[in-house]
């Protein structure tokens, strides 16, 4: 069992992630992931402060487009695909409520 | 040789008019018939659409005219490439019901292209595994034999090929989900360089990685798929705009005066079986007149972690999208948090969840500099490494997969174990350069082995040139009964 992670951070991660993980759930990934990071302690050693991040494959620059309204999807057909919808907008349950 | 007609004869057939699409179509529809529920290659088969789709194209050769390079070739679409009010569910039970209110750009292309969509193929959820096994609606079967996992995550792409009820199909590559499967079931299959295939319409899993590609019977095949799905797209910011090259021009030119590179440090890992089927390879290419060259690529150990750092990741952040509000299943609360929370754990399975939570950790505060920060630093590593290694050799051979199909439930209990099937083929998605699986004979149990070719950015010329000798010489495996 890895000591790199707590079940704490998992909860704390989980939150974070919006996601309901029943305690069960809580255990096997506290488990499961401190595994994970056991093994990319391969890592954990090299000195990488000279290199630099790269965050996509290929050197890409803006793109840009003169500003002009292009067609798009049609909004009735987006909201069909809702769970809920209302005038013309998607509806959700309250925002400010028990939850954080 | 695959006893199923290739789409580049079946393309030709209908564009003289020797054949009929819809003839073509019903051929593939029994096969489907007889088969599919044993494999569990498609969520959906969509016969009717098909049927009138190759009506169509039969109806354009009947008047004179051209339906395109695909003209009758039936397709099959990895179930997260958005079809307009087709279901695309990513296997998933998060957009199970969801029908997307567009197309996305390959699906377009191919329709175009004379091609006739029959239907959308199995995969883990959201492209996240590689044995098809965290599909929400169960796993795909691997056609030569049913005890066997086709790979993933594309794998009901690459069974739909094997199983003949496609000669072509698409599926997407954020780690090797393309190249495994397709090793794995003894099919073509390729990663083309990042952007050369547009993402629109493709469901994100990681956006920096994520690449379209076809599988196919053989080479030629594959050659002119990618020329249908390669170019520029204005709806993909990441989309190349260097012109495209013609595909199928070095196919039959040989590999004479090539420079093949063996990596010398590559990580270890690859069964005995497997491994000697690459030497094989090396030696075919060399007998061809290439040039065998050592290399390095002293990161290539690191990619396995910094993947399964950057991966999950872009995912936690891509994923945040299924939160109930504007597609996808909504499980009713209280308030907006908490039915965010209930929604997500609802509608996504295990690995999802599994990868959510790591990549968040990695992005989250006090992690970041030593996970997800390391990670990008080590990306690259990778891409000075290969740039290294492809100033020494045109081309890098290695496997595609490390052990020939799997049964299922053999890597299920341990996650990493799953993921170390990706170990040959991250690379290629870390640096955005084109990969390829090609058969190459079989290991144990006559299962096939899949060569992995791999090639600098916009080298799928000579990668296909690479893979077309590969396959004339699998040809010659096969014909002079090597063990």
């Known amino acids: 069992m890895s000591d790199r992670l707590t079940n704490?951070?998992?909860?704390?991660?989980?939150h974070l992630a919006r996601l309901d993980l029943t305690p069960t759930e809580i255990e096997r990934a506290t488990e499961q992931l401190g595994d994970m990071l056991d093994h990319f302690a391969d890592i954990d050693a090299l000195d990488l402060s000279a290199v630099a991040p790269m965050n996509q494959p290929l050197p890409f620059v803006n793109v840009m487009r003169d500003d002009v309204v292009q067609p798009c999807l049609d909004r009735d057909e987006v909201l069909d695909a809702?769970?809920?919808a209302e005038d013309g907008r998607f509806r959700v349950p309250p925002i400010i409520g028990s939850g954080a | 040789m695959s006893p199923f007609d290739s789409a580049s004869e079946i393309a030709a057939g209908v564009r003289s008019g020797d054949l009929k699409a819809v003839d073509v179509l019903e051929q593939h529809l029994a096969r489907i018939d007889a088969r599919e529920t044993e494999i569990h290659a498609f969520n959906l088969v969509i016969a009717d659409a098909a049927r009138q789709q190759?009506?169509?194209?039969?109806?354009?050769?009947?008047?004179?005219?051209?339906?395109?390079?695909?003209?009758?070739?039936?397709?099959?679409?990895?179930?997260n490439m958005c079809t307009r009010g087709v279901p695309t569910t990513c296997s998933s039970k998060i957009l199970a019901d969801w029908k997307p209110p567009y197309d996305g750009t390959v699906v377009s292309l191919l329709q175009r292209a004379g091609a006739v969509a029959i239907g959308k193929t199995n995969l883990d959820e959201f492209a996240m595994g590689s044995s098809t096994e965290n599909s929400a609606f169960g796993p795909t079967r691997n056609p030569l034999d049913t005890d066997l996992v086709p790979g993933g995550s594309s794998g009901g792409s690459a069974a739909a090929v094997a199983a003949g009820f496609a000669p072509l199909s698409f599926g997407s590559d954020t780690g090797g989900s393309i190249r495994?499967?397709?090793?794995?079931?003894?099919?073509?299959?390729v990663k083309p360089t990042y952007g050369r295939v547009s993402r629109?319409?493709?469901v994100a899993f990681a956006s920096s990685l994520d690449q379209i590609g076809p599988f196919t019977h053989t080479v030629a095949d594959a050659a002119l798929a990618l020329q249908v799905v390669c170019g520029h797209d204005p709806h993909d910011s990441t989309s190349i705009a260097e012109?495209?090259?013609?595909?199928?021009?070095?196919?039959?030119?040989?590999?004479?005066?090539l420079r093949v590179g063996r990596i010398t440090d590559l990580p270890a890992g690859a069964d005995p079986d497997v491994a000697e089927r690459?030497?094989?390879?090396?030696?075919?290419?060399?007998?061809?007149?290439?040039?065998?060259?050592?290399?390095?690529?002293?990161?290539?150990?690191?990619g396995l972690t910094a993947y399964y750092i950057i991966a999950p990741a872009e995912a936690s952040s891509n994923l945040a999208r299924y939160d109930g509000v504007r597609y996808g299943l909504r499980v009713d609360a209280p308030d907006t948090h908490a039915m965010y929370s209930a929604t997500r754990a609802a509608g996504f399975g295990d690995e999802v969840k599994r990868r959510i939570l790591l990549g968040t950790y990695a992005l989250s505060a006090g992690y970041y500099d030593a996970y997800y920060g390391k990670a990008l630093r080590i990306r690259r590593l990778m891409a000075d490494d290969f740039a290294k290694a492809y100033a020494q050799a045109d081309v890098l051979l290695t496997p595609s997969s490390p052990s020939v199909a799997f049964p299922f439930g053999s890597k299920t209990a341990d996650p990493f174990a799953m993921?170390?099937?990706?170990?040959?083929?991250?690379?290629a998605n870390l640096t955005g350069e084109p990969g390829m699986s090609v058969p190459f004979g079989t290991g144990q149990n006559d299962l096939p082995v899949g060569v992995q070719v791999l090639a600098p950015a916009l080298g799928e010329p000579v990668m296909l040139q690479v893979a077309a000798e590969l396959e004339r010489a699998a040809t010659d495996l096969t014909a002079g009964g090597a063990s």
């Open chain 2, 180 to 189: 495994q499967p397709a090793a794995l079931c003894g099919v073509v299959g």
């Open chain 1, 82 to 84: 809702a769970p809920e």
């Open chain 2, 54 to 79: 190759a009506a169509a194209v039969d109806a354009i050769v009947a008047a004179g005219g051209d339906p395109g390079p695909l003209a009758g070739v039936p397709v099959a679409l990895k179930d």
């Open chain 1, 8 to 14: 704490d951070v998992v909860v704390k991660v989980a």
């Open chain 2, 200 to 202: 629109y319409g493709l």
């Open chain 2, 419 to 427: 993921y170390l099937c990706d170990t040959y083929t991250i690379p």
């Open chain 2, 278 to 302: 690459i030497e094989q390879a090396f030696d075919a290419l060399a007998a061809a007149g290439a040039t065998i060259v050592d290399v390095e690529v002293p990161a290539f150990t690191y």
């Open chain 2, 243 to 257: 012109p495209l090259p013609d595909y199928s021009a070095l196919l039959e030119r040989g590999v004479e005066g």
